[in-house]
């Protein structure tokens, strides 16, 4: 059992669809934001639960119309690399998460964000 909760914090989420129900505009906010309360705009989104009792992941993974490859190219590349450090962070296992950032490097790599005369990010 872990400790008990002091103090909540809430982050919502809106999304404006267009006639095909596809994202036009992100905006976000959360109580905690050290950038102030107000709505801010993004062009996507992942988020991932794990949920308790099923033991399953449940992804919602949106982006705007507007949203360019070379954007989705950057916004996965920064999401592998930051999943690759939670691995770690979480599970300590530095074998893996080396693994993991060996894809991400080639990943950056096939998608341009990553030159060869550039060390990785």
């Given at each position: 059992?872990?400790?008990?909760?002091?103090?909540?914090?809430?982050?919502?989420?809106?999304?404006?669809?267009?006639?095909?129900?596809?994202?036009?505009?992100?905006?976000?906010?959360?109580?905690?934001?050290?950038?102030?309360?107000?709505?801010?705009?993004?062009?996507?989104?992942?988020?991932?639960?794990?949920?308790?009792?099923?033991?399953?992941?449940?992804?919602?993974?949106?982006?705007?119309?507007?949203?360019?490859?070379?954007?989705?190219?950057?916004?996965?590349?920064?999401?592998?690399?930051?999943?690759?450090?939670?691995?770690?962070?979480?599970?300590n296992n530095q074998q893996l998460s080396n693994d993991m950032q060996l894809f991400v490097?080639?990943?950056?790599?096939?998608?341009?964000?990553?030159?060869?005369?550039?060390?990785?990010?």
């Amino acid at each position: 059992m872990g400790k008990p909760v002091v103090k909540k914090s809430n982050i919502e989420i809106a999304i404006g669809l267009n006639e095909d129900k596809h994202p036009e505009t992100i905006h976000w906010k959360s109580d905690d934001n050290p950038n102030g309360q107000d709505f801010t705009e993004c062009k996507a989104i992942m988020l991932s639960l794990f949920d308790k009792e099923y033991k399953d992941t449940l992804k919602i993974d949106l982006w705007t119309t507007e949203m360019q490859v070379v954007e989705m190219d950057r916004f996965v590349f920064q999401s592998l690399r930051a999943l690759a450090d939670t691995y770690f962070r979480a599970t300590n296992n530095q074998q893996l998460s080396n693994d993991m950032q060996l894809f991400v490097d080639y990943f950056g790599k096939q998608t341009g964000i990553i030159t060869e005369d550039e060390q990785p990010l």
